[in-house]
C-alpha cells in the first residue's frame, strides 16, 4: 500500500522559510514522479511543483518560482519542499502526491505564514 | 495553462438519488482525467483516473466517462457518506489543473 506522510509544516513569520518533507513507502519511490499540491483555507487544489524520478526535471507554478525550491532524497525515499521568502498567500495544507496505480495523496501539513 | 470547468459548483440531492458533476477542459487531454473527494478537514481521496478507470477499493457506485474535452463522474445511488466536494483534475500536461470543485450536500 502506498503510503505518503508529509511533515515540517507550521508557523512562521512572513519572509521566512520552512522545509516540508515527505516519506513515502509502499512503492519503488525512485521510479516515479512526485508532486507537491497545496491548498489555502477554504479554497481549492493548486499545483506547486513537481520533480522526475531521478531529480534532473524540475517546475514550479509562477506563483512560487524562485521561492520554493522541490527536491528528492531517492536512498531515503523522502521528497523535499524548501521554501523561502514566505507570504502571507502560501498560507496552506500542502500535500505531497504521486502517480502510481492511480494518484495517491498524503495527509497533509499545515503551513501557515502570518506575524 | 489547460483550464478545468466544473458544474455545477454546489448541488443538493436525496439520498439514492443518482448525482452527475461534469468537468471541462479548454483543450483536448485524452483521457488524462482524475477524479477526487475530499472532505472537510481530510486529504483529497483518489476516485478515478485515466478518465474512467476505478482506483483500488473506491467502491463501483461511482464511475467516470468522457474522453477529450468533456468527462463527467457519476455517483449512481447517493449516501449520506458521499456528501463532499468533488474535484477533478487533468494531468495531460503541466501545469497540472484542477476543476473549482463541486460540493455534494443532502436535501
Known amino acids: 500500500e502506498v503510503q505518503l506522510v508529509e511533515s515540517g509544516g507550521g508557523l512562521v513569520q512572513p519572509g521566512g522559510s520552512l522545509r516540508l518533507s515527505c516519506a513515502a513507502s509502499?512503492?519503488?519511490?525512485?521510479?516515479?514522479?512526485m508532486h507537491w499540491v497545496r491548498q489555502a483555507p477554504g479554497k481549492g487544489l493548486v499545483w506547486v511543483s513537481r520533480?522526475?524520478?531521478?531529480?534532473?526535471?524540475?517546475e514550479y507554478a509562477d506563483s512560487v518560482k524562485g521561492r520554493f525550491t522541490i527536491s528528492r532524497d531517492n536512498a531515503k525515499n523522502t521528497l523535499y519542499l524548501q521554501m523561502n521568502s514566505l507570504r502571507a498567500e502560501d498560507t496552506a495544507v500542502y500535500y505531497c502526491?504521486?502517480?502510481?496505480?492511480?494518484?495517491?495523496w498524503g495527509q497533509g501539513t499545515l503551513v501557515t505564514a502570518s506575524s | 495553462d489547460i483550464q478545468m470547468t466544473q458544474s455545477p459548483s454546489s448541488l443538493s440531492a436525496s439520498v439514492g438519488d443518482r448525482v452527475t458533476i461534469t468537468c471541462r477542459a479548454s483543450?483536448?487531454?485524452?483521457?488524462?482525467l482524475a477524479w477526487f473527494q475530499q472532505k472537510p478537514g481530510k486529504a483529497p481521496k483518489s476516485l478515478i483516473y485515466?478518465?474512467?478507470s476505478l482506483q483500488s477499493g473506491v467502491p463501483s457506485k461511482f464511475s467516470g466517462s468522457g474522453s477529450g474535452t468533456d468527462f463527467t463522474l457519476t455517483i449512481s445511488s447517493l449516501q449520506p457518506e458521499d456528501l463532499a466536494t468533488y474535484y477533478c483534475?487533468?494531468?495531460?500536461?503541466?501545469?497540472?489543473?484542477f476543476g473549482g470543485g463541486t460540493k455534494v450536500e443532502l436535501k
Open positions: 502526491a504521486s502517480f502510481t496505480s492511480g494518484w495517491d
Open positions: 509502499g512503492f519503488t519511490f525512485s521510479n516515479y514522479w
Open positions: 520533480i522526475n524520478s531521478d531529480g534532473s526535471g524540475i
Open positions: 483543450q483536448g487531454i485524452s483521457n488524462f
Open positions: 485515466a478518465a474512467s
Open positions: 483534475q487533468q494531468y495531460n500536461s503541466h501545469p497540472l489543473t
